[in-house]
């Protein structure tokens, strides 16, 4: 026994050692990384949009293609600039995690969690709570847990606490303040997308978990397990799979009151907390585009234009309202119907299964009457558009209480260049919000490719170089375009896709509609003989995933079974 106690006692001893020389070593990196004297330092608090999510993955590869990086790329040109990156790798694990990072943008986050709360709407609580779901609380990179750990650590060692998004930007400040060499600091914040994503996605929340899943006309398809459990999980109100009704929506959606009053909360503290002062740090806050007009959303063209390719016959139900045509590939994406990217690709696999059009349109439509629940239509969509504005008015009106708080309108920019209002042609192609016709979207529909993000920061290059007379350069778009794997080369409407490998998830499943030869448009995507087992895997482990009690309904079903 007291072997062991001696065993114990040095093991103990080692690492404690350890933790203290790791300690030291952070702060050592720390110390470097506000070496450089007179540089501004970038700092970025956001969501998947600041990290640099595509195709519902992060990874090394997306972030340096994303605005963020292209911009402080063309900003170190002309100024000398402190910015770091939480790159990952291809299994989204973070690479070099004893690297500081200034980019603390994280995929999920909304106004709420950016300071480490979860907002009580889109969980069904009764009040929003602290969570450490949102904060970086890991000693060490073997603990890590999830995104806010990944993408924070190690400034939680250097602060000493855990931290959510807000509290590491003000460790940040505080840190080079510090190092008194004079230098100024510079914030972009971008937030609120999320608290509109999950009303026009349908994807997401807990209490019930919504996705837009077609569960009775894929019942067949997918595994027994997966069918049991998505049967049940709906039975006990822990899953939705009809999002798209004006009662979801409203649910999902945070209210402008609780929207407008985070944003000034969030704003007091980088002004009440910021040792470095108003005069030596700017915060340039950015507009939300509609969410609700993103690519992931197929109007009536989109479903025919890809359905017809499996089957001649399909056209969409007659309760479906259709979007005229208006020329190329852009159709209004203010008015008709949308269905997600994901029923869709359902509705396609049922098709090259050897469904009927009648059977698939079941989906859609059932004994002549619209299924509400499956369909987004033009007034949720004008809805959740309507929400946008009221959250962009409240970001402009409490910018203007802050003498170095400045409003950059990129949500407006987006808006009128993939509706056509402004139209941005490349190469000969028109960027639109059309999925992957439309040249601007990744595989996901939602976040921007090489060329909608190279667009995103010569927007924002735009405005800074005629505030400061800087003189950037702007990013060369034909020649990211020609680069970009996210382009149709061929016509057919299908995209060739990055050359890293899927990895697992949601990922795994837009890799499948993707283009095998984008240089001839009669070869099309076909689906793998185990497309409905993959989707299976996929959804059972995405959607047990999503609460402990999910997991353990999951598990119970696999041990039946």
């Not at 004893?98 to 480490?116: A, K, R, W, Y």
């Not at 029923?343 to 009648?358: C, E, I, P, R």
């Not at 499956?374 to 409240?394: G, K, T």
Request: glycine letters at 6%; hydrophobic letters at 40%.
């Amino acid at each position: 026994m007291r072997r062991q106690h001696h065993i114990a006692t040095r093991r103990h001893g080692w690492l404690v050692l350890a933790q203290i020389t790791f300690i030291v070593i952070i702060i050592l990196l720390a110390g470097a990384s506000h070496s450089s004297a007179a540089a501004v330092q970038i700092i970025a608090l956001g969501d998947s949009l600041t990290q640099g999510t595509m195709d519902a993955n992060d990874n090394v590869e997306n972030t340096l293609n994303a605005y963020l990086q292209k911009m402080v790329n063309s900003l170190s040109t002309v100024a000398p600039l402190k910015f770091s990156q939480p790159l990952y790798g291809f299994l989204e694990q973070r690479l070099l995690p004893f690297q500081i990072p200034t980019n603390l943008g994280v995929d999920g986050s909304d106004i709420f969690s950016l300071e480490g709360y979860e907002y009580y709407k889109r969980v069904g609580a009764a009040a929003s709570y602290l969570t450490d779901a949102y904060r970086c609380n890991s000693d060490w990179p073997f603990q890590f847990q999830d995104n806010y750990d990944r993408v924070l650590y190690p400034i939680n060692v250097v602060a000493g606490q855990s931290v959510s998004q807000l509290d590491a930007a003000l460790t940040l400040l505080k840190r080079q303040e510090a190092a008194q060499d004079g230098s100024v600091a510079v914030v972009f914040l971008w937030i609120g997308n999320n608290d509109s994503s999950l009303a026009a996605l349908g994807t997401g929340g807990s209490n019930p978990f919504y996705m837009p899943l077609p569960l009775d006309a894929i019942s067949s398809e997918i595994s027994p397990v997966l069918n049991l459990f998505l049967q049940t999980a709906r039975s006990k109100g822990l899953a939705s799979f009809e999002p798209y009704t004006l009662q979801a929506i409203q649910r999902n959606m945070t209210d402008v009151s609780d929207f407008t009053t985070q944003i000034n909360h969030i704003l007091d503290r980088l002004h009440q907390e910021n040792p470095m002062g108003d005069s030596r740090t700017h915060i340039f806050l950015m507009t939300l585009p509609y969410y609700s007009a993103v690519g992931y959303l197929f109007d009536s063209d989109d479903l025919e234009f890809y359905l017809q390719q499996v089957n001649p016959a399909y056209q969409v139900p007659q309760t479906f309202q259709r979007v005229a045509q208006s020329g190329e590939t852009i159709t209004d994406p203010f008015k008709g119907d949308r269905v997600s990217l994901l029923t869709f690709a359902f509705m396609y696999g049922l098709l090259q299964s050897g469904y009927s059009v009648d059977e698939v349109n079941a989906i859609l439509e059932k004994n002549g009457v619209q299924q509400d629940g499956m369909v987004l239509s033009e007034s949720e969509q004008r809805y959740i558009m309507s929400r946008i504005d009221s959250f962009n008015d409240a970001i402009k009106t409490a910018a203007g209480s802050y003498s170095n708080v400045t409003v950059l309108d990129v949500g407006a920019y987006l808006d009128d260049v993939l509706s056509g209002v402004t139209p941005v042609k490349i190469s000969g192609k028109t960027l639109s919000r059309k999925w992957s016709r439309g040249s601007a979207f990744s595989l996901d529909g939602v976040h921007p490719g090489y060329t909608g993000q190279a667009l995103i920061a010569n927007y924002l290059l735009g405005k800074l170089n005629d505030m400061y007379q800087l003189n950037a350069p702007l990013i060369d778009l034909e020649q990211v375009m020609a680069q970009d794997p996210y382009v149709d080369r061929d016509g057919d409407g299908w995209v060739s896709a990055p050359s890293y490998p899927p990895g697992s998830g949601l990922t795994q499943l837009l890799f499948m509609f993707t283009d095998p030869d984008d240089t001839n448009a009669a070869i099309k995507p076909v689906l793998p003989s185990d497309f409905w087992q993959k989707v299976s895997s996929v959804l059972l482990k995405k959607i047990s995933g999503q609460s402990e009690t999910l997991q353990q309904m999951a598990d119970s079903v696999s041990i039946r079974q």
